[in-house]
């Protein structure tokens, strides 16, 4: 049997699955921890006096403090797409954590009020390109047996920057001087480096390495992936004709500009529904009030100890930790439309009860009516962790097909930040008009998110990335010869279609 020998892809990416696995697991839980500091560490903030003292804070000014990093990831969603085609995946997540470490450094500094949402913007921009990057890489690099639990504990591990977040602040919070929020600002430094670090241990995407004349390349990378002891070049080989064959249809297909193609197929305007859909849910389920005010619902439902709102933070963190964790490895057994639908439908119940209780205890010295509505506080953000958080990084990959992938998250993630924009300024009002009424609506909204979601989505469980297009275009995958002609990819073919391989092996 032929026998793998490297020349293209670095030295440095193991061929050994045990250690490259647990550094592509490494890239998941690092980008999304900066994710989670991010937009846990205002959550945090908002609780330490120190905090809202020095910048003399509104209504109106804290919810800007809070819009700002929204208002980055809409401008960074314009970057999202060519950023990763133009440099590659890789590059974009370091370009991303550079954007993110100037950020912080501006926040942890920052003087006075247009500082610091100066700083939160830059932030939201670098955040909002390794959103896009670190999932794209993630999506096309692994196979779908591990696809749906990685890309899953992506957005998982969320709540590990979260909780971060939350022991720093709870650590600071005795701090006598602006350290006790400079020092939890600028901490969130500590992810986007270890991307860094990570980078030059992971290879790039195949699929943007073949449609980047590097073929070569994709198939020492393919070959890595297979994750066996003796890597098979002629099974390399054929993914790669198989994935050359999705690449040529969808040029053929979709020759012109992806933010055009999005709307000319009936499949892909499909997929626009479900992108255009689940980015305004990712924001607008009820999960926005827990990361950035749940200092007022504790106020609401009778907890207002400082103390006690940063270690109830804390342990909400830990709980949507681990049930994040069990929903990412649940997809593939529930699939994604089922696990869906019971979680929209348990934070549709859990919100009702929420408002009920908040009306009935919110004023009372009922202790054990206040509790009980901390525990439907944490049902509802079981639910949202076992059902959004793992699709969140995973599903708008999984339905976009290459050459709109990237396009296509900016959309999804253009209406997440743009409804998070919204959110960071009418929540806090509407929480303090509407009071225990607010919890009511946002049920009614999740009502109508249920319905969508039962019509539209499409299940993905256990194909590959070339088999998913076949469920939106209702067409076979290719499986005929690759034509010589074809200039966007770089190999060369025999007669009989196959990628010689004669450079890349020894016998």
Not at 183 to 198: E, G, H, K, Y
Not at 361 to 367: F, H, K, P
Not at 460 to 478: H, M, P, Q, Y
């Amino acid at each position: 049997m032929a026998q793998f020998e490297r020349k293209h892809v670095s030295r440095l990416v193991p061929a050994d699955h045990r250690v490259l696995m647990p550094l592509l697991l490494a890239v998941t839980i690092v980008n999304s921890a900066t994710l989670g500091y991010d937009s846990s560490v205002m959550n945090g903030l908002l609780i330490l006096p120190s905090y809202s003292e020095y910048f003399h804070l509104t209504t109106a000014t804290e919810g800007l403090n809070n819009a700002a990093v929204w208002m980055g990831g809409i401008l960074g969603a314009f970057l999202m797409q060519p950023i990763p085609d133009h440099f590659g995946r890789r590059r974009a997540i370091l370009i991303a954590s550079i954007i993110t470490i100037i950020g912080v450094i501006l926040q942890g500094a920052s003087q006075n009020i247009g500082m610091f949402v100066v700083a939160r913007i830059i932030v939201g921009i670098g955040s909002a390109i390794s959103n896009g990057a670190a999932p794209t890489l993630l999506g096309e690099l692994l196979p779908p047996r591990r696809r749906a639990r990685v890309l899953g504990l992506f957005f998982s591990c969320y709540y590990v920057g979260s909780l971060f977040s939350s022991v720093v602040n709870y650590g600071s919070q005795n701090i006598n001087s602006t350290w006790a929020w400079r020092l939890p600002s600028l901490l969130q430094f500590i992810p986007s480096l270890l991307a860094i670090i990570i980078l030059p241990f992971v290879p790039e995407s195949p699929r943007w390495l073949i449609t980047h004349q590097r073929s070569d390349e994709a198939l020492e990378v393919l070959i890595i992936m297979q994750g066996k002891n003796k890597t098979d070049v002629l099974n390399g080989s054929q993914q790669l004709r198989e994935i050359r064959d999705t690449l040529v249809r969808e040029a053929e297909e979709y020759p012109r500009n992806p933010w055009r193609e999005i709307i000319s197929t009936k499949g892909n305007r499909r997929r626009l529904i479900i992108l255009c859909t689940f980015g305004p849910m990712i924001n607008m389920f009820g999960n926005f009030i827990i990361s950035f005010y749940l200092t007022k619902i504790l106020t609401q439902a009778g907890i207002t100890d400082t103390v006690t709102q940063t270690q109830v933070q804390v342990i909400i963190n830990c709980w949507s930790f681990a049930v994040a964790i069990v929903g990412s490895f649940m997809l593939d057994i529930l699939g994604r439309r089922v696990q869906m639908l019971i979680g929209v439908s348990g934070m549709v119940s859990t919100l009702l009860l929420i408002g009920g209780l908040i009306k009935r205890y919110g004023s009372s010295t009922n202790t054990s009516g206040i509790y009980g509505t901390i525990a439907v506080i944490f049902l509802f953000q079981g639910f949202y962790a076992f059902s959004v958080t793992p699709m969140t990084s995973l599903y708008p990959m999984e339905v976009s097909p290459f050459k709109l992938r990237t396009a296509g998250i900016a959309i999804f993630r253009m209406l997440d930040s743009g409804f998070g924009l919204l959110a960071s300024f009418a929540m806090a009002y509407a929480m303090a008009d509407l009071e225990w009424k607010f919890y009511f609506i946002n049920a009614a909204w999740d009502f109508v998110f249920l319905i969508i979601a039962y019509f539209t989505f499409v299940e993905t469980k256990g194909l590959r990335l070339e088999e998913i297009n076949a469920r939106f275009e209702g067409t076979e995958i290719l499986t005929g010869v690759v034509d010589d002609s074809f200039s966007g990819c770089g190999g060369r073919d025999t007669k009989d279609g196959g990628v010689v391989i004669d450079k890349l092996v020894k016998v």
